[in-house]
């Protein structure tokens, strides 16, 4: 067993910062309970960030979300007035000139999908390239230790990774999970999503307001993060690939892959790709889904697990898995 480092104790220990880490740990914190998240990334919000490469910013998972009625809809009303989040307005057309989403509003982070992630880490403990390997059972509680050798002990863990994640995390710690728990996370799957990231040498020229969704065997949205107003100053295209051709080409040679994207993305472009990188969603999308808002595993101390894989295949079943986990921990914490 890991030393314990003292100072490193909290009520609730996270794993994981995307939006769902996140929002709990926000609920917790305001409820008055001491609240660490960890976080293997360098930066905050998982699947729903924006990334810099060669000073082009890219929003490389969500693009946007909707969110028409209850509570998601306060919650987007809420980052709206702190300056973080904004209408992405306008029809989105697809392949025929169709309009693709006949949905209410679309909204995105202002200036990029980090800029939701960063306002509600402001006030957190959140610790940034802490990839959390193992959690194991103390007569304290919670002990989890990260790549780095460091622990971290609290009397509650919440775990938000991706499911195959985090059950590695709590497997290798030797917890052992109640039968219908376990077979209901191990049913949790996920289809991978290839992205690339590209940089033109001039306008995209995609329509107004600056993505186009297609139905074609490769590619599946095209985004213009500089009409968007994520990437002001540079031709910055997000390039999203289909389940399809993510599941068939993951393991793929990165040259190959671009290649192919590249390739079927020319019809689309105006300007020409000078530069382009290959990001790698394994966990990209939940294809099947636990079938409540979490899971919670009861004793001495409580491990939940929560995240889109609970709540709905997109940010706002993230959102609403955070709420409910968050309100089941608060009520423990007491
Ligand atoms: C390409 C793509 C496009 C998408 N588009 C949309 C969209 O347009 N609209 C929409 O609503 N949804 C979309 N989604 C889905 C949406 O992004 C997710 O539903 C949502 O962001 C999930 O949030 P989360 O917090 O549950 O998980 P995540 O965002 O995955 O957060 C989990 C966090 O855990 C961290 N982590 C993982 N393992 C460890 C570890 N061992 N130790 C410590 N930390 C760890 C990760 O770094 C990550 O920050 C898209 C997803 C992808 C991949």
Not at 115 to 130: M, S, T
Not at 153 to 177: C, F, N, Y
Not at 200 to 210: A, H, Q, T, V
Request: hydrophobic letters at 40%; glycine letters at 12%; one cysteine or more.
């Amino acid at each position: 067993m890991p030393a314990e480092t003292s100072d490193n104790s909290a009520s609730c220990l996270i794993v994981g910062a995307g939006v769902t880490g996140l929002l709990a740990g926000c609920r917790l914190r305001e409820k008055g309970h001491a609240v660490t998240i960890l976080d293997s990334e360098r930066a905050v919000g998982g699947r729903m960030s924006t990334i810099e490469i060669d000073g082009a910013h890219f929003d490389h998972g969500t693009q946007f979300f909707v969110g028409q009625e209850g509570e998601f809809r306060d919650l987007i009303t809420q980052w709206e007035e702190a300056g973080a989040a904004t209408r992405w307005g306008g029809r989105f057309l697809g392949e025929q000139g169709h309009d693709e989403f006949r949905t209410a509003a679309r909204y995105c982070g202002a200036g990029g999908m980090s800029a939701i992630a960063q306002h509600l880490a402001a006030e957190l403990d959140v610790r940034l390239g802490q990839e959390a390997v193992r959690a194991e059972m103390t007569p304290k509680g919670w002990c989890v230790s990260v790549a780095t050798g460091e622990t971290y002990s609290a009397q509650s863990l919440l775990l938000t990774a991706p499911v195959p994640s985090s059950l590695r995390i709590i497997d290798t710690g030797g917890v052992e999970l109640p039968a219908e728990i376990e077979k209901g996370l191990e049913a949790v799957t996920y289809q991978p999503c290839l992205v690339l990231l590209a940089l033109l040498d001039g306008p995209s020229g995609l329509p107004e307001p600056g993505g186009i969704k297609l139905n074609s065997s490769i590619l599946m949205w095209l985004g213009d993060n500089k009409i968007k107003g994520v990437s002001p100053g540079t031709h910055a295209v997000t390039l999203q690939t289909s389940g399809a051709f993510s599941d068939t080409h993951l393991a793929d040679d990165e040259e190959s892959v671009k290649n192919l994207i590249s390739n079927a993305a020319i019809p689309f472009l105006q300007g020409i790709i000078k530069k382009s990188y290959l990001h790698r969603w394994k966990y990209g999308r939940v294809t099947n889904v636990f079938d409540a808002h979490y899971a919670w595993v009861d004793g001495q101390c409580p491990v939940a697990f929560a995240g889109d894989a609970f709540g709905g295949p997109c940010v706002e079943g993230a959102a609403i898995s955070a709420l409910r986990v968050a309100e089941r921990l608060a009520d423990y914490l007491g």
